[in-house]
């Protein structure tokens, strides 16, 4: 078998020496191997520079906007103050809140809808998972009217949504985004386990709990990460339910800041470095979970 594998290579070149792009990785090819380390060199350049700039740029006084460096000349924490002045720190309390709120809210409801979607039956069911993923190819701007109307008056209930925290969290409570993944996952499920366990008597809950709710680990890690950030970074829903700027956001304070003339960039910086800590931690805490989910859902697909 080893002699017609070889057989079938081309003559003269080992498959093992042959890379992606074509070149070897013999000893002696010092070209092939001087190009990859730049290539490695440029892409870690064009992914860590920006990062390692607002790094800089949130402990430097530098005003001018033009000088940002990669090393901070005079290290300082004067940016924090300035930005404390700003209410920056209220923003973020106001941040953390809608994000851990909404995010608790929208893992709820993903989850319930899915094991409904997945493992249920119902006249309908295809019809339902289509208006869900029309969800997500609705434009934020297309449904920002409907949205104001809606939390100005809450149907039902009759209640005034605007100026709370409460109105920002509601709408993004559901996404289709995070039911779809969820509903796929939970399918994937072997039906045997669900029912060996209704034979030792357990009940719906505790199926659901016990059984369907531990395999779903990988896929909550994925819809978690996902949904924080989507969460984090809304601008336009903010804006609409704020009555107040007290009531804004991170990330709607930053855009206001950063189109004040006496607000240096270094504020800016701080707040953008400030902005990013809560999604990296995020990351990082279901960083083995999320990487299962996504590479058992490649695997499926």
Request: glycine residues 8%; proline residues 5%; hydrophobic residues 55%.
């Amino acid at each position: 078998m080893t002699s017609a594998v070889r057989s079938r290579r081309r003559p003269g070149v080992s498959s093992r020496l042959d890379t992606a792009l074509g070149w070897s990785t013999a000893r002696n090819a010092y070209a092939s191997r001087a190009i990859r380390i730049v290539l490695c060199v440029l892409a870690i350049l064009i992914f860590t520079g920006p990062l390692i700039t607002v790094f800089s740029g949130a402990f430097d006084v530098n005003r001018d906007p033009t000088q940002l460096s990669v090393l901070p000349g005079n290290p300082t924490l004067q940016n924090y103050e300035e930005a404390g002045a700003k209410n920056l720190w209220g923003y973020f309390a106001n941040s953390l809140f809608i994000a851990g709120g909404a995010l608790l809210v929208q893992l709820l409801v993903s989850v319930f809808a899915a094991y409904a979607m997945a493992r249920k039956k119902f006249r309908g069911q295809a019809i339902v998972l289509l208006l869900i993923l029309t969800t997500m190819m609705l434009p934020e701007e297309v449904i920002a009217i409907p949205l104001s109307l809606v939390i100005g008056d809450l149907p039902v209930f009759e209640l005034n949504l605007r100026g709370t925290l409460l109105g920002v969290i509601l709408p993004l409570g559901a996404w289709g985004f995070s039911i779809f993944v969820m509903t796929e996952f939970m399918k994937e499920i072997p039906v045997e386990l669900e029912e060996a366990a209704r034979v030792d008597g357990a009940g719906e809950l505790r199926v659901f709990a016990q059984i369907i709710l531990p395999l779903c680990r990988p896929a909550l890690a994925v819809i978690a990460v996902f949904g924080f950030n989507m969460i984090w970074d809304q601008y336009l829903l903010p804006r609409i339910v704020a009555n107040d700027p007290a009531d804004y956001t991170l990330t709607v304070a930053l855009a206001d800041l950063r189109s004040d003339i006496e607000v240096g960039p270094g504020i800016v910086l701080a707040g953008a470095l400030l902005a990013l800590v809560p999604s990296l931690i995020v990351y990082l805490s279901l960083q083995k979970s999320f990487l299962r989910g996504i590479t058992t859902g490649a695997v499926k697909g």
